[in-house]
Nanobody, 124 residues
Framework: QVQLVESGGGLVQAGGSLRLSCVASGRTFGGYAVGWFRQAPGKEREFVAAINWSGGTTYNGDSVKDRFTISRDNAENTVYLHMNHLKPEDTAVYYC?????????????????WGQGTQVTVSS
């Protein structure tokens, strides 16, 4: 079992930045692909970004391309989501998820473990 805990959310003005963290415990994190997803009220869960087991390959969703960056530190069992140039439409609960394979996917159904989420609110 892997437990995931997100942190770093909060209230920020449009154009600002935040860094979300996802800390894993329970098992070695290094062999897992990790994704970030978000869900706004009344909307479906949306893929944001993902990273493979080594951190050498990443993939961003179209809505955050060139603004968000995903990275990981396997020694610290942590995956980060660096969010820049935030917009009000980025407001959502952000979740990290891990899958028991080295390669990522944007499909949330393919992830095995989920955190509880952290709220990000961007004011205009």
């Amino acid at each position: 079992q892997v437990q995931l805990v997100e942190s770093g959310g909060g209230l920020v003005q449009a154009g600002g930045s935040l860094r979300l963290s996802c800390v894993a415990s329970g098992r070695t994190f290094g062999g897992y692909a990790v994704g970030w997803f978000r869900q706004a009220p009344g909307k479906e869960r949306e893929f944001v970004a993902a990273i493979n087991w080594s951190g050498g390959t990443t993939y961003n969703g179209d809505s955050v391309k060139d603004r968000f960056t995903i990275s990981r530190d396997n020694a610290e069992n942590t995956v980060y989501l660096h969010m820049n140039h935030l917009k009000p439409e980025d407001t959502a609960v952000y979740y990290c998820a891990a899958r028991i394979t080295s390669w990522y996917t944007p499909d949330p159904r393919m992830y095995d473990y989920w955190g509880q989420g952290t709220q990000v609110t961007v004011s205009s």
